[in-house]
């Protein structure tokens, strides 16, 4: 069995992309809720009915506790299992990495960020997010470090996370985990990223800068594009790269 797991607050916007391509992989889902108020649920109940969906324990987004949050959860089911956000799509040949084996094996799977800000441009709900983002940072590009935020497929009980679930070294080519957190293309990616910060633990906005401000304080619409640059910085066209996993699908 193939399960992923998330943890979500007010996503309704992106969990029909999310669920809709991971439901092809996975036959069961975990997801985890920091108390949304919009259509979240719904949504998951409507496109993965069979799919868990699991009150978190605590009120706010905390890295330490949302790492032993997620360790417990994996450590109680079978087979292969990842745990990503919904603004990340593993990409990449998922059947063949998840082959049937007695032996422990993990997976270290590499990341391109892809990042754009344009407030003014739509993205089109009816295409997949890749279709339409192109710019942002491979793993291999070194002079950006935080592009080495590779993710974990396992298929054992006892894995170990340090805050934030990432890994320093891929041991694959085979699949890469697409993300989206900035791509801050129309309103509603701009909502979302303005609201997540309300579920930050207050002893981690200083250090937080993926969600809060560059100075760890709020952020706004007045700083969004010093925190995206802060951030991201320079992108490079990476149709080349996703093709390189995209041919699995």
Same mark, same amino acid.
């Given at each position: 069995?193939?399960?992923?797991?998330?943890?979500?607050?007010?996503?309704?916007?992106?969990?029909? !992309?999310?669920?809709?391509?991971?439901?092809?992989?996975?036959?069961?889902?975990?997801?985890?809720?920091?108390?949304?108020?919009?259509?979240?649920?719904?949504?998951?109940?409507?496109?993965?009915?069979?799919?868990?969906?699991?009150?978190?324990?605590?009120?706010?987004?905390?890295?330490?506790?949302?790492?032993?949050?997620?360790?417990?959860?994996?450590?109680?089911?079978?087979?292969?299992?990842?745990?990503?956000?919904?603004?990340?799509?593993?990409?990449?040949?998922?059947?063949?990495?998840?082959?049937?084996?007695?032996?422990?094996?993990? !997976?270290?799977?590499?990341?391109?960020?892809?990042?754009?800000?344009?407030?003014?441009?739509?993205?089109?709900?009816?295409?997949?997010? !890749?279709?339409?983002?192109?710019?942002?940072?491979?793993?291999?590009?070194?002079?950006?470090?935080?592009?080495?935020?590779?993710?974990?497929?396992?298929?054992?009980?006892?894995?170990?996370?340090?805050?934030?679930?990432?890994?320093?070294?891929?041991?694959?080519?085979?699949?890469?985990?697409?993300?989206?957190?900035?791509?801050?293309?129309?309103?509603?990616?701009?909502?979302?990223?303005?609201?997540?910060?309300?579920?930050?633990?207050? !002893?981690?906005?200083?250090?937080?800068?993926?969600?809060?401000?560059?100075?760890?304080?709020?952020?706004?619409?007045?700083?969004?594009?010093?925190?995206?640059?802060?951030?991201?910085?320079?992108?490079?066209?990476?149709?080349?790269?996703?093709?390189?996993?995209?041919?699995?699908?």
């Amino acid at each position: 069995m193939r399960t992923i797991l998330t943890h979500f607050y007010n996503e309704e916007y992106l969990l029909p !992309w999310w669920l809709n391509h991971h439901k092809k992989y996975f036959e069961h889902g975990m997801l985890l809720n920091f108390g949304s108020t919009d259509r979240s649920i719904e949504i998951i109940k409507d496109i993965c009915p069979t799919w868990q969906v699991l009150p978190s324990k605590f009120e706010k987004f905390d890295s330490h506790h949302l790492e032993w949050e997620m360790m417990g959860y994996e450590r109680q089911i079978p087979g292969w299992r990842i745990s990503i956000p919904v603004t990340e799509f593993l990409v990449g040949d998922i059947s063949g990495l998840t082959a049937p084996t007695s032996e422990r094996t993990q !997976w270290i799977i590499p990341s391109l960020i892809f990042g754009e800000y344009a407030p003014d441009r739509e993205l089109d709900t009816n295409k997949l997010l !890749w279709e339409q983002c192109h710019m942002g940072l491979h793993y291999q590009d070194t002079a950006q470090p935080r592009t080495w935020q590779c993710r974990s497929m396992h298929n054992y009980n006892d894995i170990f996370y340090d805050g934030g679930r990432h890994f320093s070294q891929e041991n694959t080519d085979k699949a890469m985990i697409f993300k989206f957190a900035n791509v801050l293309v129309g309103e509603q990616m701009i909502k979302r990223k303005l609201q997540i910060q309300t579920k930050v633990a207050e !002893w981690e906005k200083p250090v937080a800068t993926t969600h809060c401000s560059v100075k760890g304080g709020i952020l706004t619409r007045e700083n969004l594009y010093e925190n995206y640059k802060t951030i991201v910085g320079e992108t490079r066209d990476c149709t080349d790269i996703m093709n390189s996993v995209l041919k699995f699908l």
